[in-house]
């Protein structure tokens, strides 16, 4: 049985014409059981808005990322970022804080402790 | 000439082989030499354990392999094959347990290149007390032409075949030693070994357990392989052949020697290991992921990832492991690396590009203050690098 996890996306309002900012939301675990059919959700954003997609991911109520969810945000983070979007992330719980930056992550998508400063970020 | 001379040449002319071969393999290691004339020591009393096995069957022949031989095998290639099937045999289970018995005694080797240094140590004594003997008994029977031959091919082939074949042994031996890491680091690479696997089911013993004991015969069963083909090739006069079995061996050798991960100290005090100060599934999370990335080939995103783990978990052997073997397949040296980079005619390739740092590079071009035409040259610039990587994987080579 898969372990219960979601992914909530909604749209965020943008100033600048032509860019496309969205919000989503984890929740729960990613592992092994659920990893790839919610990656899909991220996979079809990214297939429905190819360019100037900008992604705001809200990690507060996600409790754990598998190895393989990791290697997913990376993949995400560079088909954006190749269509001229950016990924930001934000409330991120300290034990995946921490696992990002081993992993150097960090290194490519900014970390913020509240939306409205990842929103600030990504609309300015 | 007297018989005392006789053998006081034979140890000269046995000792002078010895001493170039020391001097050639171990004359950097200088921290180690008393345990090296250790386990020369080792090889030394390994044949006189040979003579006391063959004076024992003198008085018990219903225990003896040689006369088991003669008795059964009447087609004199088989009698032939089979007799040097069982002197290879004998003579690396002396080598192999003389290895164990003194690493078990001194605990002296802390790394897998340790293993095959000291087995190489422990052949190079064994080749000396053979020779002795050998060359004795060719000066007694022999013309000088044939003593000649006798020391020069024995000095430079016996010799090297020996450290060969239990340099072999020794590198399995110390797989074996460390496969409480080492099949930690295969695991997350997603390998299992099937036969430990059903050998630990089998004898309810643990996954590594098993793994321990399939390492060492395989490396026994190796060494004692190459050995009997060694002793038969020389005994039908195949010169050429065993002098290729030799060299091949040798650079294989040399191969495992020169590799990082063959020099890392897996051995350590419990009580002085350091401890983690990540939390433990945390850990794991980033251990699967380099175990992913590493079976992807993104050896240096490994490397870097390593070394950030390193930080956090100084003490870890399987991160040492993993950082070892990216820094390897990334050696422009690797001969794996150099057989892609052959058949593909370029000069450097693939691997070396990171993903993160591939990210990292456009972004830094991108805020840059450069004309557009100067970043989109840098991007094109970073994206045939990528290219060739993905061509390279493409290959699955």
Not at chain 2, 150 to 157: A, D
Not at chain 2, 385 to 390: A, G, I, L, N, T
């Given at each position: 049985?898969?372990?219960?996890?979601?992914?909530?996306?909604?749209?965020?309002?943008?100033?600048?014409?032509?860019?496309?900012?969205k919000?989503a939301?984890?929740?729960?675990?990613?592992?092994e059981?659920?990893?790839?059919?919610k990656?899909?959700?991220?996979?079809?954003?990214?297939?429905?808005n190819?360019?100037?997609?900008?992604?705001?991911?809200?990690f507060?109520?996600?409790?754990?990322?598998?190895?393989k969810?990791?290697?997913?945000?990376?993949?995400?983070?560079?088909?954006v970022?190749?269509?001229?979007?950016?990924i930001?992330?934000?409330?991120?719980r300290?034990n995946?804080?921490?696992?990002?930056?081993?992993?150097?992550?960090?290194?490519?998508?900014?970390?913020f402790?509240?939306?409205?400063?990842?929103k600030f970020?990504?609309?300015? | 000439?007297?018989?005392?001379f006789?053998?006081?040449?034979?140890?000269?002319?046995?000792?002078?082989?010895?001493?170039?071969?020391?001097?050639?393999?171990?004359?950097?290691?200088?921290?180690?030499?008393?345990?090296?004339a250790?386990?020369?020591?080792?090889?030394?009393?390994?044949?006189?354990?040979?003579f006391?096995?063959?004076?024992f069957?003198?008085?018990f022949?219903?225990f003896?392999?040689?006369?088991?031989?003669?008795?059964?095998?009447?087609?004199p290639?088989?009698?032939?094959?089979?007799?040097?099937?069982?002197?290879?045999?004998?003579?690396e289970?002396?080598k192999?347990?003389?290895v164990?018995?003194?690493?078990?005694?001194?605990?002296?080797?802390?790394?897998?290149?340790?293993?095959?240094r000291?087995?190489?140590a422990?052949?190079?004594g064994?080749?000396?007390?053979?020779?002795?003997?050998?060359?004795?008994?060719?000066?007694?029977?022999?013309?000088?032409?044939q003593?000649?031959?006798?020391?020069?091919?024995?000095?430079?082939?016996?010799?090297?075949?020996?450290?060969v074949?239990?340099?072999?042994?020794?590198?399995?031996?110390?797989?074996?030693?460390?496969?409480i890491?080492?099949?930690?680091?295969?695991?997350l690479?997603?390998?299992?070994?099937?036969?430990?696997?059903?050998?630990?089911?089998?004898?309810?013993?643990?996954?590594?357990?098993a793994?321990?004991?399939i390492?060492?015969?395989?490396?026994?069963?190796?060494?004692?392989?190459?050995?009997?083909?060694?002793?038969?090739?020389?005994?039908?006069?195949?010169?050429?052949?065993s002098?290729?079995?030799?060299v091949?061996?040798?650079?294989?050798?040399?191969?495992?020697?020169?590799?990082?991960?063959?020099?890392?100290?897996?051995?350590s005090?419990?009580?002085?290991k350091?401890?983690?100060?990540m939390?433990?599934?945390?850990?794991?999370?980033?251990?699967?992921?380099?175990?992913?990335?590493?079976e992807?080939?993104?050896?240096?995103?490994?490397?870097?990832?390593?070394?950030?783990?390193?930080?956090?978990?100084?003490?870890?052997n399987?991160?040492?492991?993993?950082?070892?073997?990216?820094m390897?397949?990334?050696?422009?040296?690797?001969?794996?690396?150099?057989?892609?980079?052959?058949?593909?005619?370029?000069?450097?390739?693939?691997?070396?590009?990171s993903?993160?740092?591939?990210?990292?590079q456009?972004?830094?071009?991108?805020?840059?203050?450069?004309?557009?035409?100067?970043?989109?040259?840098l991007?094109?610039?970073?994206?045939r690098?990528?290219?060739?990587?993905?061509e390279?994987?493409?290959?699955?080579?």
């Open positions: 049985m898969a372990t219960p996890a979601s992914i909530t996306i909604e749209d965020v309002e943008s100033t600048t014409p032509g860019m496309v900012v919000l939301k984890f929740t729960g675990q990613l592992d059981s659920n990893v790839d059919e990656a899909q959700q991220i996979y079809q954003l990214i297939e429905q190819p360019a100037n997609l900008n992604l705001i991911f809200d507060e109520d996600l409790e754990y990322m598998n190895s969810s990791i290697g997913y945000l990376t993949d995400w983070y560079g088909k970022y190749e269509n001229g979007g950016k930001v992330i934000a409330k991120t300290p995946i804080l921490d696992i990002l930056q081993v992993v150097g992550l960090t290194q490519l998508i900014k970390t402790s509240t939306i409205d400063e990842a970020a990504i609309t300015h | 000439m007297s018989n005392t006789l053998w006081i040449i034979s140890g000269v002319l046995s000792s002078i082989p010895v001493l170039v071969w020391l001097y050639l393999l171990f004359s950097d290691r200088k921290k180690e030499k008393k345990l090296l250790l386990m020369f020591s080792g090889g030394i009393i390994a044949v006189l354990t040979v006391l096995l063959e004076f069957w003198g008085y022949p219903e003896d392999p040689f006369k088991w031989v003669e008795n059964n095998i009447s087609n290639t088989y009698y032939y094959v089979a007799l040097f099937i069982v002197v290879g045999i004998l003579e289970l002396v192999q347990m003389m164990r018995y003194v690493d078990s005694k001194k605990v002296i080797i802390q790394t897998i290149n340790d293993s095959i000291f087995g190489i422990a052949a190079l064994f080749a000396f007390a053979e020779n002795i003997v050998y060359f004795y008994m060719v000066m007694q029977n022999e013309s000088i032409q003593v000649i031959i006798t020391v020069l091919f024995r000095s430079i082939f016996t010799a090297c075949g020996h450290m074949f239990s340099g072999i042994f020794g590198y399995y031996f110390g797989i074996a030693k460390f496969t890491d080492i099949s930690l680091q295969k695991g690479e997603g390998k299992k070994h099937i036969l430990a696997l059903i050998l630990g089911r089998i004898f309810r013993i643990s996954y590594a357990q793994l321990r004991e390492k060492i015969l395989q490396g026994l069963l190796t060494a004692m392989g190459i050995h009997a083909v060694f002793n038969f090739l020389l005994q039908l006069n195949q010169i050429l052949p002098i290729i079995i030799v091949l061996g040798f650079l294989f050798l040399r191969y495992l020697l020169q590799r990082k991960a063959g020099n890392l100290i897996l051995i005090d419990i009580d002085e350091r401890r983690s100060n939390g433990k599934n945390d850990e794991d999370v980033v251990l699967e992921l380099v175990g992913l990335w590493f992807q080939k993104k050896f240096v995103d490994v490397m870097h990832i390593c070394e950030r783990l390193l930080e956090r978990d100084p003490d870890n399987v991160v040492k492991l993993f950082k070892a073997q990216a390897d397949k990334l050696d422009p040296n690797n001969p794996y690396r150099k057989i892609i980079e052959t058949m593909l005619g370029k000069q450097r390739n693939s691997q070396e590009v993903t993160i740092a591939y990210y990292r456009k972004k830094e071009i991108a805020g840059k203050n450069l004309s557009e035409n100067q970043k989109e040259k991007f094109r610039f970073i994206d690098k990528k290219d060739q990587e993905d390279v994987f493409k290959l699955k080579i």
